[in-house]
């Protein structure tokens, strides 16, 4: 299984930007994704996640400049972002729990896997 980020970018202060994780590999079901983010210096840290049945949770400080979506067909979720500050600069992560198929043995494996990160610079 492999998550694929993208839609990063430089933008000014006020910017939008809206950022995809596409998920692949023999997914048999995808329950909860996620976007994470990571500044300079900082941990990282959850921005907001999404359940397979739609349900929202959002780090209080980023709610209604942030909205996260996802796309259940295309097993890829999405992080529209607006009003942008400078503060928000940082890789941005997604994240997804995953039950794949094993395709020698048949077996289901569940497991938490991460995208390789985005970089999104907001310029003052």
């Known amino acids: 299984v492999q998550l694929q980020a993208s839609g990063g970018g430089l933008v000014h202060t006020g910017g939008s930007l809206r950022l995809s994780c596409a998920a692949s590999?023999?997914?048999?079901?995808?329950?909860?994704m996620g976007w994470y983010r990571q500044a300079p210096g900082k941990q990282r840290e959850l921005v907001a996640r999404i359940t397979s049945g739609g349900s929202t949770n959002y780090v209080d400080s980023l709610k209604g400049r942030f909205t996260i979506s996802r796309d259940n067909a295309k097993n890829t979720a999405f992080l529209q972002m607006t009003n942008l500050e400078p503060e928000d600069t940082a890789v941005y992560y997604c994240?997804?729990?995953?039950?794949?198929?094993?395709?020698?043995?048949?077996?289901?494996?569940?497991?938490?896997?991460w995208g390789q990160g985005t970089q999104v610079t907001v310029s003052s």
């Open positions: 590999g023999n997914i048999f079901r995808i329950d909860d």
């Open positions: 994240n997804a729990d995953v039950l794949s198929l094993d395709e020698y043995d048949g077996n289901y494996i569940a497991g938490k896997y």
